[in-house]
């Protein structure tokens, strides 16, 4: 089949869209932190994008997509690119490099993802280390088992675009990370606000937008599919920050971090379902993962966990409701799949196999991961590091003078 022109610049555009939701995650992140360290989170961001796309090139992606392997992982098909066409194969409508750069920007956009549980106290050269092994370890092998032809595709687990292998993935690491690196130093006793609100709100206006090429570039085509994902991606971001903002609005007042934390998780939600469900299941997805995501972090708090910027309550408890509700609420009119609303009980069951061992894995392989990084060559900066902040202490520069 031809290179189809129109297909190829969407997917083009959507490519760089994602690309801008890395740094959007580190604008996000950044005005969250205390103004000694806003450097360091939007630097870790593009330091993500930087490691992965090499690690991605090199083998990553074969890892992720190349021939099977038991059903866990990739061959070595595509070490380097070999193999990685210009040309478009009977069937598709994109070439090859395209679909491989597509795949880049979203490994690179989980790695940032997993920042949050890094904030304010982990060196530079540590998450460095630490980036490359887990994308190794944890995403290209969870890529493989639901996109690559792994053990889950063949079960028939649904995952549009990233809850499971994406969110859920990232959210449950970052609470293993959690056990093993500890609280910051102050916390629960020092005053950490947040460094700069409209920073943070930029950041997540900047997520909001790329979530569309997130979603409905993962149609790899220009068509209604890609457009009913474009719709439910914005449907179920609106009712999750409405959830969210009617909860905080009854607690005390309703914060605007508040509101657009209700937004991203409806759009995390939202991700594995959005090539299966309407706009009426979008609805109560956002609505759903509004109220959960929200009662998640006030959970996490309770418990004096310092999983510092919530990746475990938005995109860890917001990908584990979206790919459920993927089974709940697929629609056979949107792309021929049914969920359990319309009897298709094996669907759900399929769907919570996978959140159930995506969840597993990643808490497993990264707590162990962490504990051997931080046993050798250490995760923290030193306390006097940490209380200097990171923005002098590991990058030589202040944000604010």
Not at 4 to 23: E, N, R, Y
Not at 247 to 276: E, F, Q
Request: proline share 2%; hydrophobic share 60%.
């Amino acid at each position: 089949m031809p290179l189809d022109t129109g297909d190829t610049a969407w997917i083009l555009v959507s490519t760089a869209m994602v690309l801008l939701m890395t740094p959007g995650v580190g604008f996000f992140y950044g005005g969250l932190v205390r103004k000694k360290n806003i450097i360091s989170m939007i630097a870790m961001a593009f330091v993500a994008l930087a490691v992965i796309t090499l690690q991605w090139v090199l083998f990553g992606y074969s890892l992720a997509f190349g021939s099977d392997i038991m059903g866990f992982i990739g061959g070595l098909d595509y070490i380097g690119l070999a193999g990685v066409s210009l040309e478009t194969p009977d069937g598709a409508t994109i070439p090859p490099i395209l679909f491989m750069v597509f795949q880049l920007v979203f490994a690179a956009l989980t790695l940032a993802i997993l920042t949050s549980v890094f904030a304010e106290r982990v060196k530079l050269s540590s998450f460095i280390i630490f980036g490359i092994l887990w994308s190794t370890l944890v995403y290209d092998p969870l890529a493989h088992w639901v996109w690559g032809g792994g053990w889950l595709a063949s079960l028939g687990a649904l995952d549009f675009a990233g809850g499971t292998v994406v969110h859920i993935s990232s959210g449950f690491s970052a609470l293993a990370i959690a056990f093993v690196i500890g609280k910051r130093v102050g916390f629960g006793r020092d005053l950490m606000e947040p460094s700069n609100i409209p920073i943070a709100l930029l950041g997540a206006g900047i997520l909001w937008f790329g979530w569309f090429g997130f979603n409905a570039g993962s149609a790899l085509a220009a068509n209604g599919l890609a457009a009913n994902a474009f719709v439910v991606t914005n449907v179920a971001a609106a009712a999750g920050a409405v959830a969210w903002m009617l909860m905080s609005w009854k607690d005390s007042r309703p914060a605007s971090l508040g509101i657009v934390s209700g937004a991203i998780a409806g759009l995390v939600a939202i991700t594995p379902a959005a090539g299966y469900v309407d706009a009426m299941g979008a609805i109560v997805i956002g609505l759903v993962a509004g109220l959960l995501c929200y009662w998640a972090m006030l959970f996490r708090i309770k418990k004096g966990l310092d999983e510092s910027l919530d990746a475990w309550a938005i995109h860890g408890m917001g990908g584990l409701w979206g790919a459920i509700a993927t089974g709940i609420f697929a629609v056979a009119a949107i792309n021929g799949y049914t969920g359990l609303i319309y009897g298709n009980v094996d669907q759900f069951i399929a769907q919570i196999i996978a959140v159930v061992a995506a969840m597993v894995y990643a808490f497993v392989v990264s707590f162990v991961l962490a504990k051997v990084i931080d046993m050798t060559i250490g995760l923290r900066v030193k306390e006097e590091e940490e209380y200097v902040g990171l923005d002098v202490s590991q990058h030589g520069e202040r944000a604010y003078h």
